[in-house]
C-alpha cells in the first residue's frame, strides 16, 4: 500500500541549530514532492517545492532534497528559531492533476 | 500566492443539524478546490476534488449524500455537512491551485467544526 511517513514524535532543538525533517514514501512515483508549514489552528503555508529531477533545493534558511531512489526527502531549517516551531508536511502528487497526499506532519519545537 | 478565505473559521453546532462551509477563492477563478479534513495530530486527508460546473468526485469513504459539495462559480464552492454527529467534529480546510500540474497549493484558514 502506499505510504508518506513523517516521524510523529515531536522534534526539539536549540536556537541557531538546524533542524532536519525527514519525508518517507512507498509505492509512490511523484514527479514532485512539496513541504508545507501548519500552524495550529490554521491551514498548511507552502514552503518549497522540489521536482523528480532536483537533487537540491534552497530558500533562504530552508533546504530540500529529494533522493527517488532511496524514496526520500528531507528538510533543513538552518539557524532555527522559535518562531519556526510548527509542524512541517511533506505532500506527494498522486499523478491524477493536482491532488496532493500529505505525510503526518513533524512538529518542531525550537527552544530559545 | 493565491488568497483563499474560508468562513466560518469555526461552528459548533447539534447533533442532526446541517453546517455549511464556505470556501473563496479571492484573486483568481479557480476550475478546481479540494476540500480536506484533519483529525486532532493526524494528517489532512483529502475528502473530495470540487469541480466548477459540475458534479464534485469523492474520495474512497467519503460519503457524498452526508458531505455536500457545491462549486456553482470559478470563486466559492461550499461544503455542507448534512445530519452532523460528533464524530463529524473535525478541522476542515479546502484548497486550491493556480493551474494544473506540479504547482503549490493555497489553503484556506479552515473550520473547525465541533457537533454536540
Known amino acids: 500500500s502506499q505510504k508518506i511517513e513523517q516521524n510523529s514524535e515531536a522534534l526539539n532543538i536549540q536556537e541557531g541549530k538546524t533542524a532536519t525533517l525527514t519525508c518517507n514514501y512507498t509505492?509512490?512515483?511523484?514527479?514532485?514532492l512539496q513541504w508545507y508549514r501548519q500552524d495550529p489552528g490554521r491551514g498548511p503555508v507552502f514552503l518549497l517545492l522540489?521536482?523528480?529531477?532536483?537533487k537540491e533545493k534552497r530558500k533562504e534558511r530552508l533546504k530540500v532534497t529529494f533522493d527517488t531512489t532511496l524514496k526520500q526527502s528531507l528538510f533543513h531549517i538552518t539557524a532555527s528559531q522559535p518562531a519556526d516551531s510548527a509542524t512541517y508536511l511533506c505532500?506527494?502528487?498522486?499523478?491524477?492533476?493536482?491532488?496532493?497526499?500529505f505525510g503526518g506532519g513533524t512538529r518542531l519545537m525550537v527552544k530559545p | 500566492g493565491a488568497v483563499v478565505s474560508q468562513h466560518p473559521s469555526w461552528v459548533i453546532c447539534k447533533s442532526g443539524t446541517s453546517v455549511k462551509i464556505e470556501c473563496r477563492s479571492l484573486?483568481?477563478?479557480?476550475?478546481?478546490m479540494f476540500w480536506y479534513r484533519q483529525f486532532p495530530k493526524q494528517s489532512l486527508m483529502l475528502m473530495a476534488t470540487?469541480?466548477?460546473?459540475?458534479?464534485?468526485?469523492?474520495e474512497q469513504g467519503v460519503e457524498k449524500d452526508k458531505f455536500l459539495i457545491n462549486h456553482a462559480s470559478l470563486t466559492l464552492s461550499t461544503l455542507t455537512v448534512t445530519s452532523a454527529h460528533p464524530e463529524d467534529s473535525s478541522f476542515y480546510i479546502c484548497?486550491?491551485?493556480?493551474?494544473?500540474?506540479?504547482?503549490?497549493?493555497?489553503f484556506g484558514q479552515g473550520t473547525r467544526l465541533t457537533v454536540v
Open positions: 484548497s486550491v491551485t493556480k493551474a494544473t500540474g506540479n504547482t503549490e497549493a493555497f
Open positions: 509505492n509512490y512515483s511523484p514527479a514532485y
Open positions: 522540489i521536482r523528480e529531477n532536483e
Open positions: 505532500a506527494l502528487d498522486n499523478n491524477a492533476g493536482n491532488m496532493l497526499t
Open positions: 484573486d483568481f477563478q479557480a476550475t478546481t
Open positions: 470540487s469541480n466548477e460546473g459540475s458534479k464534485a468526485t469523492y
